[in-house]
C-alpha cells in the first residue's frame, strides 16, 4: 500500500536537529530560564540574567537615584510617557487645535472669525455680529471685497454653530 501525503526530502528526527542552547538563571540553584539582563554593577557592560522571578528579587532594592543630593533629585525631570502624547503633526502647525477637540473645519472657521481656537461659543457669536454688521452688503453698497467676506463669515459661524449643537447633543 502507497502512502500518499507531503514529500520529505530527509528523514524525520534529522541529524540537524540538536537541543537548543537556553542560558539558564545566574541565581545559585535556579533552573528557570535567564532571559533577563541586570547590571552587575552601575555604569556597568556586564549583566547577570535572571529569570522573572530572581529578577524582580534583584530590583527590589535598587535605588536608581543614589548618591543624588536633595537638589538634585529635585531637579530629575519626571518621566513623560510618549505613547500617550499626541503626535507633533497633529498640533498647531497643520491648522488642528492643540488638545484636538476642534476640527479642521472648525480651526478655518475660527480663522475667518479672526479669533483664537481655545475661544467659548459666546465669544464666536459676538466675533460673528461684529464681522457680519461691518461687511453687510447693505453697508457697503457695490463693495464686491466685503460680500466676500459676509458669505465667509455666514458659512464659518454655521459651521461653529453646527459643532456646538453637536457638542451639546443637540441634532443639526
Known amino acids: 500500500m502507497e502512502r500518499l501525503g507531503f514529500p520529505r526530502w530527509r528523514a524525520y528526527g534529522a541529524a540537524g536537529r540538536g537541543a537548543s542552547k537556553v542560558r539558564l538563571c545566574d541565581r545559585e540553584g535556579c533552573n528557570e530560564v535567564g532571559d533577563r539582563p541586570a547590571p552587575k554593577a552601575p555604569h556597568s557592560k556586564d549583566r547577570w540574567y535572571f529569570c522573572e522571578a530572581h529578577a524582580a528579587e534583584y530590583n527590589k532594592n535598587w535605588n536608581y537615584f543614589a548618591g543624588l543630593s536633595p537638589r538634585k533629585l529635585r531637579a530629575v525631570p519626571p518621566k513623560k510617557n510618549r505613547a500617550l502624547q499626541?503626535?507633533?503633526?497633529?498640533?498647531?502647525?497643520?491648522?488642528?487645535?492643540?488638545?484636538?477637540?476642534?476640527s479642521r473645519d472648525e480651526m478655518r472657521a475660527l480663522e475667518v472669525l479672526e479669533l483664537d481656537p481655545d475661544v467659548e461659543f459666546k465669544d464666536v457669536k459676538v466675533a460673528y455680529r461684529r464681522l457680519a454688521k461691518e461687511h453687510h452688503p447693505d453697508t457697503n453698497a457695490g463693495n464686491r471685497k466685503a460680500a466676500d467676506k459676509f458669505q465667509k463669515v455666514q458659512a464659518a459661524y454655521e459651521v461653529l454653530r453646527k459643532a456646538e449643537e453637536r457638542k451639546n447633543g443637540k441634532v443639526a
Open 86 to 102: 499626541p503626535s507633533a503633526h497633529l498640533l498647531n502647525g497643520n491648522g488642528w487645535s492643540g488638545d484636538g477637540s476642534r
